[in-house]
């Protein structure tokens, strides 16, 4: 360890380290940081933005780096505050339905704990993410159709600012008309204009009936179908996931299964009692039959349904592992729900155009389409075309260039076609709140 600064904290500036930051989870690449420092609470934190805000040095805040869009790579002169060490569950209640955390604790170590009193935080990304990270990019995932996303499960949090200050805001209450709702502010800003340190999330009860479901489909258009038609019943699924073809076939060949390489969907159901959990799940088999399902798999008992699970969790290491030695690019638009099948019909034409072996899934109930691309250096430039077009495409339809995964550098080149004026409000609260550019510059908004 060496300390590159004149700073009262550790500066870790080995090379061997800071090339640990120099790509995110698709291969973008990044330039090293000046170093890392890390934090284990919040007075570290507080010393840490205090001799940036007085060096001017700038700060990228990182809790488990799964982010997919750039977001914690550096352009050269940042330093990396690492917060993965700040991963305390500071209080669960069963009796308010939430839990405090530091922002450094991953989702899948708070459910285990939430599961000892008979609860759960439901926000699933797949990857598993540190819920400051997943407050940070607003994240969601498979069961958002039922639960929401970051926003709607993040209550309260404290959160460091630029000038210093560290600041606790939300109530713990299930709603407020209390003032402006900075909560909701910082939640998706990417650390462009603060650092949490602490978050209060909502948790739910773990369903005592639950049923899950993989239906295959002839088309890509009748699985689209038959997913809107279960959202328009209000049948109580809390998770509805899609799959090609393709990404059927990729999954067979790593997990070993023999799903019809077909279209599919993936479906949760829950109910408050056994015959409502029967009844719901015959109403989605009608919906599905009547649009066309070619096969209907029932998962009845936990070790079922956690098999048919982890081969839609999987499955980015399935389409990985079909193309070794590439890089992976991952879309994530979002559309209203009529042009869903028209998202995927675009992108198998795009890929098949740009001569790329493409896969599309996503989380349907959402109208969050997205697109695995597979690429090698010389393929590149055909896979950023192909990005840049799914996203116009969803943009023309009103839709949004990011879903789930956020801005980061991948997608701030689309802000004022979506947002119009209103990227010029954005920016004015970013000068409001960290005058000098210190926090995650160039992320969202240029400097």
Not at 141 to 146: P, Y
Not at 196 to 201: A, G, P, R
Not at 269 to 297: N, P, Y
Request: aromatic letters at 6%; charged letters at 20%.
């Amino acid at each position: 360890m060496t300390i590159a600064f004149d700073a009262p904290f550790e500066i870790d500036t080995r090379p061997a380290i800071l090339d640990q930051f120099v790509t995110d989870e698709t291969g973008r690449p990044g330039s090293r940081p000046r170093g890392v420092a890390y934090a284990a609470g919040l007075d570290e934190v507080l010393a840490v933005v205090g001799w940036a805000r007085e060096t001017r040095t700038p700060l990228i805040a990182r809790g488990a780096g799964t982010s997919l869009e750039g977001h914690v790579l550096a352009r050269g002169d940042e330093l990396i505050l690492d917060l993965s060490q700040a991963d305390s569950i500071l209080h669960l209640s069963a009796a308010d339905f939430t839990a405090t955390v530091q922002p450094g604790v991953t989702r899948t170590r708070l459910n285990a704990a939430a599961a000892e009193i008979g609860m759960q935080f439901t926000v699933d990304p797949g990857a598993d993410a540190s819920l400051g990270g997943m407050a940070a990019t607003n994240a969601s995932g498979t069961t958002s159709v039922r639960y929401g996303g970051m926003r709607t499960n993040v209550v309260a949090l404290q959160a460091v600012f630029a000038d210093g200050r560290a600041m606790r805001i939300g109530r713990a209450v299930r709603k407020s008309s209390s003032g402006y709702d900075l909560k909701d502010l910082l939640i998706g800003s990417a650390g462009t204009l603060a650092i949490i340190t602490e978050l209060t999330v909502r948790l739910h009860p773990i369903p005592e009936y639950l049923r899950s479901l993989r239906i295959s489909f002839p088309t890509v258009r009748s699985a689209v179908a038959a997913a809107v038609d279960m959202l328009g019943l209000a049948l109580p699924v809390s998770r509805l996931e899609f799959a090609d073809a393709a990404s059927m076939a990729a999954v067979n060949g790593f997990r070993g299964t023999g799903y019809p390489e077909a279209p599919a969907l993936f479906i949760d159901l829950e109910a408050a009692s056994d015959a409502a959990a029967a009844s719901d799940e015959r109403e989605i088999q009608r919906i599905c039959l009547a649009c066309g399902a070619t096969e209907i798999d029932l998962a009845r008992t936990h070790t079922e349904r956690h098999a048919l699970w982890e081969d839609r969790h999987r499955l980015f290491f399935a389409l990985k592992a079909r193309s070794p030695g590439h890089r992976f690019l991952v879309t994530d638009t979002a559309v209203p729900y009529s042009h869903i099948a028209d998202a995927v019909d675009t992108a198998t034409r795009l890929g098949a155009e740009l001569g790329l072996d493409i896969s599309a899934a996503g989380h349907i109930g959402d109208g969050n389409v997205h697109v695995v691309v597979p690429y090698t250096d010389e393929s590149l430039p055909a896979a950023q075309r192909f990005s840049h077009a799914m996203v116009q495409h969803a943009l023309d339809v009103g839709g949004t260039a990011t879903g789930e995964h956020g801005i980061g550098l991948a997608k701030k080149q689309y802000l004022r076609a979506e947002h119009g004026d209103a990227v010029d409000v954005m920016a004015a609260i970013k000068r409001a709140l960290d005058p000098y550019g210190l926090l995650n510059p160039g992320k969202i908004l240029d400097p």
